[in-house]
C-alpha cells in the first residue's frame, strides 16, 4: 500500500534523511517526540509487524541494525527508544512499517 512514506522514499515529498541504502530509509520525524526522533522504515511497502513474511527477516533485521548505526551517528551513547506502533491499538498512523528512535532525553515508562 502506497503511504506518505512511499513519497519520501521515491523524493516526491521532502524529508530531512540520515541514511538509506537499498533496503532501508532512515528521517527524522516531522512531528518530534524528543530531541533526537527520527524514523527506520524499509522501502519494501510492508504494512506492519503484524503483516510480515518469511522474506522480510532479513529486511527487519537490516531496519534495526539501521537504527543502531544512526543512533549511535546522532550521539545518543546515554541510550534511546525503539518504538514499532502496530495497527490501530498499537497506535500506528501511517500504515508503512516504521521503527521510531527517540533519544536526548529520559524516557518514561509505562508509555501512553
Ligand atoms: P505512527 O503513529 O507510529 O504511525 O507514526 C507515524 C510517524 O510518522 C509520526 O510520528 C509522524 C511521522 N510522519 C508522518 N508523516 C510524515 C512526513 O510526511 N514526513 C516525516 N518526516 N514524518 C512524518
Not at 2 to 21: G, M, N, Q, V, Y
Not at 22 to 39: M, S, Y
Not at 99 to 104: A, K, N, Q, S
Request: one cysteine or more; proline letters at 6%; a negative charge.
Amino acid at each position: 500500500m502506497a503511504t506518505i512514506f512511499s513519497k519520501i522514499i521515491a523524493r516526491e515529498i521532502p524529508a530531512e534523511i540520515l541514511f538509506e541504502d537499498e533496503v532501508c530509509l532512515a528521517f527524522r520525524d516531522i512531528n518530534p517526540q524528543a530531541p533526537i526522533h527520527f524514523l527506520v522504515i524499509p522501502k519494501k511497502e510492508i504494512v506492519s509487524l503484524a503483516e510480515l513474511s518469511g522474506e522480510d527477516e532479513q529486511i527487519v533485521g537490516r531496519c534495526l541494525m539501521v537504527a543502531s548505526l544512526v543512533a549511535a551517528e546522532q550521539g545518543l551513547t546515554g541510550g534511546y527508544r525503539l518504538v514499532a506502533n502496530a495497527g490501530q491499538d498499537g497506535g500506528q498512523e501511517v500504515p508503512h512499517l516504521h521503527f521510531h528512535v527517540l533519544g536526548g532525553r529520559q524516557m518514561s515508562w509505562p508509555p501512553g
